[in-house]
């Protein structure tokens, strides 16, 4: 699924609609995806689109006030894994996520299946939800998204 969602990250204008569902389908069919990992990336899309709405349409998501923490619950901690944890934890407190992001990106994390998410998904996730809303990620978190995790500390 995941490769299908870069595949649409990389090939869709951000903050635009991707195209109806039956044409992406057939695009991505086209270029060689399955049709279970095309399937699982169109309802994980569906998903995002329904997150992006405003609060007022999208009433699940619960709007982080200023200054407020977030606690994970058992479920997320298993399901998110420790490595997302602590990559969520630094982008938070180095200020290059906000609160409002990092509730998106942690309901497409849950949305995604299997678990725990590895880091390398996660930051596929992370890209698709500043990609959805129409957003350039601040240079940090460009780096720690695209460049060689090899190189990078452990967070």
Request: proline share 8%.
């Amino acid at each position: 699924m995941f490769e299908v969602l870069t595949f649409v990250y990389e090939n869709y204008d951000p903050g635009e609609a991707c195209p109806e569902p039956a044409h992406l389908k057939r695009k991505l069919s086209a270029v060689g995806f399955e049709s279970d990992e095309i399937g699982d990336a169109l309802t994980w899309l569906q998903g995002l689109e329904g997150a992006a709405r405003p609060a007022a349409q999208a009433p699940f998501l619960i709007q982080p006030q200023p200054g407020s923490m977030r606690i994970y619950p058992r479920y997320e901690q298993f399901h998110l894994g420790t490595q997302s944890l602590g990559f969520l934890s630094f982008l938070e407190s180095s200020c290059a996520m906000p609160a409002t992001i990092r509730e998106v990106v942690i309901d497409r994390a849950m949305a995604a299946p299997g678990g725990p998410v590895t880091l390398e998904d996660l930051k596929v996730i992370v890209l698709m939800v500043y990609w959805r809303f129409g957003q350039e990620p601040d240079a940090l978190l460009i780096d720690e998204l695209c460049g060689d995790a090899s190189d990078q500390p452990v967070h």
